[in-house]
């Protein structure tokens, strides 16, 4: 398979590089890519050192390599006018579009994404993840008052990390109640979960997958039996089916997918956005 | 302040087009922008929809919208020519460079990012989150041989956001190890971290801002105290010089920034890339 390098350059976390550069680079599956992040280039000499090392990279390589930039102010980006590479640039591209329709001049400010600049709202992504934190597996149930929403479903249906996900990514203070066997034998909801209907959102996943996923974590006995397996998720979508609790297979669906779905499902206000 | 109605439009997440989006957008700070994620537009049905539901907003609000867009298929894209507002395309802008540059066509495939494509890639993550989770706060101090890194620093001063944020994004296998009253004392490293001496990295952070963070958790007693947060800052501080240990103030600095940081003072590996 052809290789190629790759350069993600930032003047902050390049973050932002990084995420725009990967969805296009998933585009060419014919390539095998070697990323390399270059964050916090914020001055002219460290551009300049940045694009020696590409030049040098494409000189031992023969190739050259493809460099993803999200400079902001123009003059570091002036180096990389002698780059030996593809250079794709996020912002010159997009600005000068944006400030024509806003009939405004963009502040071309270093590192104003994934900073700390809106601090409310950066508080607010850290108050969700120790929410989600604590309301983690059904460890506290008072409260859900401050949720915005709980997911539930059996154990490691993939409750914990859309949690997680949600609060880190859009403030969002999401809870999580484990289905456990007693209370899915009884085929009632939770006497705790009852006053909250409208928050719940319900996991399920493919009974092989689950098992699988068990075996990793505790091999012997019922927990990742074939049966087990089985009964849980059954009796979990019943209970979702019984109650209207809206709910979501995530047997093939990563995280981020997840959380979309929900978001998109509940209408739930994303708080913060990416920042 | 002027105001904006932006939309972020996806055949997948959407969680490309808002990283774009809002990197953009924080560049404006003269106006306020409503914001609309619309993910799964993966047909043409729903792609005209969405074209509809823009066009509405336009005419209602008599300003053009904004549109980011991440469809990657031409036919999803073919009704926005119709779309009254600023259509802002990011795959048409930067396929055709990079497919000149590899002499590839691109796969013009839906929703690569951000998925389960890369299984692999997706596991890791999970399992690294469940790590963070696992080896959060010093519950587990055994098989630190499996952490790539090791954040110590006193309570409240950014070690948990950082490892779940990591895991999630890179893959990272990251534990973290509070610096209790009486091991600060002592001066000495704690025992169980003496043989995982360079995978250690320390955080610090101002006293009056600590004093604010704890003082929300638990307002009265010693815990938010300015003497005892002087004197656990001063003695980590002391330990981080003593030992060797690189470390990072983190007042004034994102999650994200932390960890750009430490992965650029680290060399750690990415090992897998936002999906």
Chains 1, 2 share one sequence.
Do not use: W
């Amino acid at each position: 398979m052809a290789r190629r390098t790759v350069f993600f350059v930032s003047d902050q976390t390049g973050v932002t590089a990084e995420t725009l550069g990967h969805s296009l680079l998933t585009q060419f599956d014919s390539h095998d890519f070697d990323q390399v992040t270059l964050p916090f280039v914020d001055s002219i000499d460290k551009a300049q050192d940045v694009v020696d090392r590409i030049n040098a990279t494409a000189l031992e390589q023969g190739t050259s390599p493809i460099v993803f930039s999200t400079l902001v102010q123009d003059e570091f980006r002036e180096p990389f006018r002698r780059v030996s590479g593809l250079f794709l640039d996020f912002f010159a591209t997009f600005l000068s579009p944006l400030e024509r329709e806003l009939q405004t001049a963009s502040s071309h400010a270093v590192g104003r994404a994934h900073g700390m600049q809106d601090v409310g709202a950066y508080d607010q992504r850290i108050e969700a993840t120790n929410f989600a934190l604590n309301y983690d597996d059904g460890t506290r149930t008072r409260d859900y008052a401050r949720a915005d929403i709980v997911l539930i479903g059996v154990s490691r249906s993939g409750k914990t990390p859309t949690c997680l996900y949600l609060a880190m990514s859009y403030g969002i203070f999401a809870a999580n109640y484990p289905l456990a066997e007693d209370e899915l034998e009884s085929g009632d909801l939770p006497k705790v979960l009852k006053p909250h209907r409208d928050k719940l959102f319900g996991l399920t996943i493919e009974p092989e997958r689950l098992q699988e996923i068990r075996k990793e974590r505790r091999s012997t006995g019922q927990y990742a039996s074939a049966r087990q397996v089985r009964f849980e998720l059954r009796a979990a979508e019943a209970l979702f089916t019984r109650y209207q609790i809206p709910y979501l297979d995530t047997t093939r669906v990563s995280i981020e997918e997840i959380a979309s779905t929900i978001l998109d499902r509940t209408n739930i206000e994303r708080r913060t956005r990416r920042l």
